[in-house]
């Protein structure tokens, strides 16, 4: 997607050997307009699919989500990261290990909003070591629901998440992917 990749090269800055930073338009301050182009792309990706629910994890992933959901008309679950007092009742539970602090947390979904009679398209920011993408992938297993794809915004496609996710079968669209990437000479993205 040739608007997300100028802007890409225009606000992202690298930080150290695998970083983006994309503060200024999607990860801090949002830029609803592009999010408005980055849901119709992914609904243009994913037309004729029968989504019916959007499934992304808090917080980065939830702005482009919820701007996505307009596209398809669906409404959007993400996951929590830990057990939350305002979910009653039964969850699904996965554990995943944080890119960017290391960590290994639990993320919860309820089980009133995903079900086998759903057909869910994950959305998230970043794909890097794919441990997110992963433990939304074993959340829509354990509901039993229909697993369209995943719609990611960046894919760092020198890190192993999406050649291995992409190894299981599971079709994976990502809008711009790096290649490389390095303070001194900024991003270089994969060919389309
Ligand atoms: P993964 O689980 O694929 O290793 O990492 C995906 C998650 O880590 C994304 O949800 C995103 O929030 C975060 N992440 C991974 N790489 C980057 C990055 O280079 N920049 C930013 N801002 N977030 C990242």
Do not use: W
């Not at 482009?64 to 993400?78: E, L």
């Not at 919860?108 to 890097?128: M, N, Y």
């Not at 939304?136 to 354990?142: A, R």
């Amino acid at each position: 997607m040739e608007l997300l990749k100028q802007r890409i090269r225009q606000d992202g800055t690298v930080k150290g050997t695998d970083v983006l930073k994309v503060d200024s338009f999607l990860n801090h301050q949002m830029d609803v307009a592009l999010f408005e182009e980055i849901g119709k792309e992914f609904q243009r990706r994913f037309a004729g699919c029968g989504v019916n629910k959007i499934l992304t994890i808090e917080a980065s992933g939830i702005g482009i989500a919820c701007v996505a959901a307009q596209s398809f008309r669906c409404p959007v679950v993400f996951a929590k990261k830990s057990q939350s007092k305002n979910i009653a009742g039964e969850v699904y539970t996965t554990k995943v290990e944080s890119f960017t602090h290391g960590k290994v947390y639990d993320v919860i979904v309820s089980k009133k909003f995903l079900g086998p009679e759903d057909r869910v398209l994950i959305i998230d920011d970043f794909l890097a070591n794919g441990a997110a993408l992963e433990g939304l992938m074993d959340i829509v297993h354990q509901a039993g629901a229909t697993l369209v794809g995943a719609g990611i915004v960046i894919e760092k496609a020198f890190q192993p998440g999406g050649d291995r996710i992409r190894a299981r079968g599971v079709r994976v669209e990502s809008l711009a992917r790096i290649k490389s990437m390095s303070e001194e000479n900024g991003v270089e993205f994969a060919e389309d």
